[in-house]
Structures are given as C-alpha cells and as structure tokens.
C-alpha cells in the first residue's frame, strides 16, 4: 500500500471566522493525507487552484472536516488515481477535476446538491460513477470528454442536466433518466463530435431508458435518440 504523508509545513492557509482554508501546497509527496488542522484551526476548505497542474499527486485523503473545495483545486493532476469526497463535502467549485486523466474512482459526497461546471471534464479514465440522491444539478460539460464512461447512475432527484454533460462520453452506450428530470440543456446526452469534427451528432446505438411521457422521452424523440 501506498505511504500518505501529512506535513503540515507543506501548506499555506488564511483563517476567516476560526477556521482554515489551504490557499497552496508546496510538498512533492505522490500521496497525502490533508491536515486537519493548521495553526490550531480546523481546515474546512481548499482554495482556488491549490493543487491545480500538480503532476506528481496520486492519490489524495480528505479530512473529514472539509466542507468546500474551490474551483480549479485539482484541475490538471495528471497523475490523480483515486480522491474520496468526505461526507462532509457540500461544495465544489467549477472544473474542481477537470483533466484529471488517470482518475479512475470518485465517491461524491451526500451533501452536495450540484455537480458544477466542468467538474469531471476530460477524466479520460473514468469508468463508473454515481449520482448521489441529493443532487438537483448537473452543470454544463460536468463530464464532457469522459471517454471511457460506461456506467452512469442517476439520482431519483436530478432535476436538471446541463448543456453538453456528457457530451464526447463515447463509451456510454445507455442511461436510465428519472422523470425528475425536467430540464435539458443543449446535446445534454447522448451527442458525440460529428466524424468530420465540425459539429456534434448523435452517437448511433445510445439508448435512452425513461418513463412514458417524461422529458426524458420528449428529449430523446427531439434529438432523434432511441
């Protein structure tokens, strides 16, 4: 098993009402468990881009008082396996994972009620995920560029699904959408790059499964998916 390291001399922090935020990182550790304090002050957030363009990070563990991570905080950690979100968590900003190429595994916490921008864009090596049951939200591009996507589980209370979400998510061949589901965005699912690369089509043998009746059933006749 890999070895976490947790060197607190390794991190930056503001304090704002008794309580810490990481604004950098300065370690070289492939693996690292976040402190739970700094400066004797509970850490409940990670700043904007703090471990953003980190390629040498592997595999990051939570405190169990985290509460926020900002935008861009890990966008572009390359080499990032493995993250579980602790159940604490009820927010993550705007292209939070975008680009993390090797993520193979997320856990999302409970708490969170919307997957934001850009959030898991271009995670080529995602495979599975599922959609916690209080998420409302999908945001646009949350997991565009996911190309190796297979299996996607839905929350019962998902009321909308942003534009271009799972657009270029070549290997989902299906996906179940609840009729809580009421709004679409633009291509939301089920759209691919257009074989010439000039527009994005629909991707020949994705299924939608749904209600009768249901948006669901209206977006997929809309965009002429089965």
């Given amino acids: 098993d890999a070895k976490y390291a947790c060197d607190a001399s390794d991190y930056t922090y503001e304090v704002e009402l008794e309580e810490a935020t990481i604004t950098g990182y300065t370690g070289d550790d492939a693996h690292i468990i976040l402190p739970e304090t ?11 881009e703090v471990f953003r363009n980190n390629t ?5 563990c939570l405190s169990s008082a985290i509460e926020t991570i900002d935008r861009y905080a890990f966008d572009g950690c390359t080499s990032l396996e493995r993250i579980e979100l602790p159940p604490s968590l009820e927010e993550i900003g705007m292209g939070c994972f975008c680009g993390c190429v090797t993520l193979k595994e997320v856990h999302i916490s409970e708490k969170l009620d919307v997957l934001p921008d850009s959030c898991f864009r271009s995670c080529t090596s995602l495979e599975s995920i599922i959609i916690p049951q209080n998420i409302a939200v999908i945001e646009k591009f949350c997991f565009s560029g996911c190309t190796n996507l297979e299996n996607v589980s839905l929350s019962g209370r998902l009321e909308q699904i942003g534009s271009y979400s ?26 691919i790059p257009a074989a010439d690369g000039t527009s994005p089509s629909s991707s020949d043998g994705f299924t939608i499964y749904g209600e009768r009746e249901s948006h669901a059933q209206e977006y997929a006749r809309c965009n002429n998916i089965a």
């Avoid at 040498?56 to 990051?60: A, C, H, R």
């Avoid at 270029?168 to 179940?176: A, H, T």
């Fill in 38 to 48: 700094l400066g004797g002050y509970p850490v409940t957030a990670i700043g904007e």
């Fill in 56 to 60: 040498t990070l592997e595999g990051v």
């Fill in 166 to 191: 799972f657009y270029m998510c070549n290997s989902l061949r299906e996906l179940y959408i609840p009729p809580s589901v009421t709004a679409f965005g633009t291509e939301a699912v089920g759209f």
